[in-house]
């Protein structure tokens, strides 16, 4: 099986080459050409020793400079090592908690005078320059001599030729890196427990358009704006603030109602390749003891689909800023801590509670408020400001279940179904004819994780289902949204719990539901949208 991923990784390779030639420079010139290549290319890097050496060789600053770094901003930012300030786009680094000066972090000639914004999460920092162009910095819990930049992100496998950042304002994107060494671990949307991959999951979500998109680049992922993490309400809600870390995304909108969402692309179902995902329940089987044994046994629990849905935060009862911050404070999903620079009882600081706690406290700093005030309201007006429906009605046949190759033999066989549109079935011979069932959504919003949809019956009865789906494994870059040219996702069908136990007071679902549905709530899908169509195997 090993040997079939390494080969499926060649093709994804060769697929990224023969689209997107490493040569073409990316709209904007393309960043600074004097770091081409990084030890960020090569992960997970080396475990977190926080040790200090090459410290004593930077140059101390010596001008005004954040007295504290409590929240991660586009100006400060920290780990559980170090902390980093932006100060006249001069990038600053001291130990953290320890009584040292400011000192100019090592920053290659052809960035100096040009970082505009900065982000760090685990062992790598980010950073843009004035153009939007997004550098690497690795090895950031360790000590400055090994710290390293590079330009390089995105297909194939971290060796493209850079991301140029579609939106890169203050508080609208950060970085987020979970590792084997330091998060080590996330959950699925069971509760259940899987070990972080050998490549860390590393992403950069940030707002985009109205605030109502939340797109991430990837670095082994094309360099294109098409991968988006759903927002809230079905994609709908509008951020004015978005933090990340250990794949926690944090936002919040201009009534200061806040979500969080534990989400990265390699857990969300995307990657078939290096995961083993399943939409059964999985209660029974164990949980694998490292990533490797999950991938490669089926005796151990897979990674449960859906992907986990946002969960709305309590309000914060006092002033706020749009300021936001989210970090992670141990080992696990659920080690993470959020902040909100706010005022309370006339002082300032910032407000703050671990990701499941039901209230938040109030720690004064009595610095400078950053970010812009939020007008927080004590009711939830998280409704107030939706963006409009997606604009797609899209329809269906359901395909006859007696194919050859169908949605659950693919996820069964060794097939890396998620990088394998459905509409190469069609191209093969293997089409499916028409089962008699057709499946309509009414505003088919492609990054969703779940929407609801209706079946129709040969007879015309209407089923209420939901929809689920997951962008596929993609090589060569595309359009965000739907176009006219096909987006692959894979999915599943789901009749609601208490519809399903209570099916036999309907005879439409219980004959779906035992024709179609094989006696089954829950059923695998592969899909292929465009603006105009809808296919589904």
Same mark, same amino acid.
């Given at each position: 099986?090993?040997?079939?991923?390494?080969?499926?990784?060649?093709?994804?390779?060769?697929?990224?080459?023969?689209?997107?030639?490493?040569?073409?420079?990316?709209?904007?010139?393309?960043?600074?050409?004097?770091?081409?290549?990084?030890?960020?290319?090569?992960?997970?890097?080396?475990?977190?020793?926080?040790?200090?050496?090459?410290?004593?060789?930077?140059?101390?600053?010596?001008?005004?400079?954040?007295?504290?770094?409590?929240?991660?901003?586009?100006?400060?930012?920290?780990?559980?090592?170090?902390?980093?300030?932006?100060?006249?786009?001069?990038?600053?680094?001291?130990?953290?908690?320890?009584?040292?000066?400011?000192?100019?972090?090592?920053?290659?000639?052809?960035?100096?005078?040009?970082?505009?914004?900065?982000?760090?999460?685990?062992?790598?920092?980010?950073?843009?320059?004035?153009?939007?162009?997004?550098?690497?910095?690795?090895?950031?819990?360790?000590?400055?001599?090994?710290?390293?930049?590079?330009?390089?992100?995105?297909?194939?496998?971290?060796?493209?030729?850079?991301?140029?950042?579609?939106?890169?304002?203050?508080?609208?994107?950060?970085?987020?890196?979970?590792?084997?060494?330091?998060?080590?671990?996330?959950?699925?949307?069971?509760?259940?427990?899987?070990?972080?991959?050998?490549?860390?999951?590393?992403?950069?979500?940030?707002?985009?358009?109205?605030?109502?998109?939340?797109?991430?680049?990837?670095?082994?992922?094309?360099?294109?704006?098409?991968?988006?993490?759903?927002?809230?309400?079905?994609?709908?809600?509008?951020?004015?603030?978005?933090?990340?870390?250990?794949?926690?995304?944090?936002?919040?909108?201009?009534?200061?109602?806040?979500?969080?969402?534990?989400?990265?692309?390699?857990?969300?179902?995307?990657?078939?390749?290096?995961?083993?995902?399943?939409?059964?329940?999985?209660?029974?089987?164990?949980?694998?003891?490292?990533?490797?044994?999950?991938?490669?046994?089926?005796?151990?629990?897979?990674?449960?689909?859906?992907?986990?849905?946002?969960?709305?935060?309590?309000?914060?009862?006092?002033?706020?800023?749009?300021?936001?911050?989210?970090?992670?404070?141990?080992?696990?999903?659920?080690?993470?801590?959020?902040?909100?620079?706010?005022?309370?009882?006339?002082?300032?600081?910032?407000?703050?509670?671990?990701?499941? +706690?039901?209230?938040?406290?109030?720690?004064?700093?009595?610095?400078?408020?950053?970010?812009?005030?939020?007008?927080?309201?004590?009711?939830?007006?998280?409704?107030?400001?939706?963006?409009?429906?997606?604009?797609?009605?899209?329809?269906?046949?359901?395909?006859?279940? +007696?194919?050859?190759?169908?949605?659950?033999?693919?996820?069964?066989?060794?097939?890396?179904?998620?990088?394998?549109?459905?509409?190469?079935?069609?191209?093969?011979?293997?089409?499916?004819?028409?089962?008699?069932?057709?499946?309509?959504?009414?505003?088919?919003?492609?990054?969703?994780?779940?929407?609801?949809?209706?079946?129709?019956?040969?007879?015309?009865?209407?089923?209420?289902?939901?929809?689920?789906?997951?962008?596929?494994?993609?090589?060569?870059?595309?359009?965000?949204?739907?176009?006219?040219?096909?987006?692959?996702?894979?999915?599943?069908?789901?009749?609601?719990?208490?519809?399903?136990?209570?099916?036999?007071?309907?005879?439409?679902?219980?004959?779906?539901?035992?024709?179609?549905?094989?006696?089954?709530?829950?059923?695998?899908?592969?899909?292929?949208?465009?603006?105009?169509?809808?296919?589904?195997?």
């Amino acid at each position: 099986m090993m040997m079939r991923r390494t080969l499926v990784c060649a093709a994804l390779v060769a697929g990224s080459l023969a689209t997107a030639p490493l040569a073409a420079a990316e709209p904007g010139g393309g960043p600074a050409g004097c770091v081409p290549f990084g030890t960020a290319q090569l992960p997970p890097g080396v475990p977190s020793f926080g040790g200090h050496e090459g410290l004593a060789g930077l140059p101390a600053f010596a001008g005004d400079a954040p007295r504290s770094v409590e929240l991660r901003t586009q100006t400060t930012q920290f780990n559980n090592y170090w902390e980093f300030a932006l100060v006249d786009h001069a990038l600053l680094a001291r130990p953290r908690g320890a009584a040292e000066p400011w000192r100019y972090a090592p920053l290659p000639d052809c960035l100096r005078g040009k970082l505009a914004g900065i982000s760090v999460d685990d062992d790598e920092l980010a950073a843009v320059d004035d153009a939007g162009w997004l550098y690497t910095m690795d090895n950031v819990t360790q000590g400055p001599l090994w710290w390293n930049w590079t330009s390089a992100f995105g297909a194939p496998l971290w060796a493209g030729t850079g991301k140029r950042m579609p939106a890169s304002a203050p508080g609208t994107w950060a970085l987020s890196v979970s590792s084997p060494f330091n998060n080590q671990t996330y959950t699925d949307v069971a509760g259940r427990v899987h070990n972080s991959g050998w490549a860390k999951m590393t992403m950069v979500p940030m707002l985009t358009g109205d605030g109502s998109r939340i797109t991430y680049a990837d670095p082994w992922l094309p360099n294109d704006d098409s991968y988006e993490i759903g927002g809230p309400l079905g994609g709908r809600f509008r951020s004015v603030a978005l933090s990340s870390a250990g794949s926690t995304t944090f936002v919040m909108n201009a009534y200061g109602d806040m979500y969080t969402r534990n989400f990265d692309f390699d857990g969300s179902g995307s990657d078939s390749v290096f995961f083993r995902y399943s939409w059964d329940d999985q209660t029974g089987k164990p949980s694998a003891p490292n990533a490797a044994a999950e991938l490669l046994s089926p005796e151990y629990a897979a990674i449960q689909l859906p992907a986990p849905d946002w969960v709305r935060q309590p309000k914060i009862p006092g002033e706020i800023t749009s300021a936001i911050s989210v970090h992670a404070t141990g080992i696990g999903p659920g080690r993470r801590e959020l902040r909100v620079a706010g005022r309370d009882g006339g002082r300032t600081g910032f407000w703050h509670k671990n990701l499941s +706690d039901a209230a938040w406290a109030f720690t004064a700093t009595d610095a400078e408020l950053p970010g812009d005030a939020i007008a927080n309201k004590a009711q939830d007006r998280s409704a107030d400001t939706l963006a409009p429906r997606a604009p797609w009605r899209l329809a269906a046949d359901l395909p006859a279940r +007696d194919t050859l190759i169908e949605g659950q033999t693919l996820i069964n066989s060794v097939v890396p179904y998620s990088i394998i549109d459905p509409r190469v079935f069609d191209q093969l011979g293997q089409s499916a004819r028409p089962s008699g069932y057709r499946l309509t959504v009414e505003h088919f919003d492609p990054v969703a994780t779940t929407r609801r949809a209706t079946v129709t019956t040969p007879d015309g009865a209407a089923i209420p289902v939901l929809l689920h789906t997951a962008d596929g494994l993609r090589g060569a870059t595309r359009g965000p949204g739907l176009d006219g040219n096909p987006r692959h996702l894979v999915g599943a069908i789901e009749i609601d719990r208490d519809a399903y136990d209570s099916r036999a007071a309907d005879p439409a679902l219980d004959e779906f539901v035992r024709n179609w549905m094989h006696g089954k709530r829950i059923i695998p899908l592969s899909l292929s949208a465009t603006d105009h169509d809808l296919i589904v195997r």
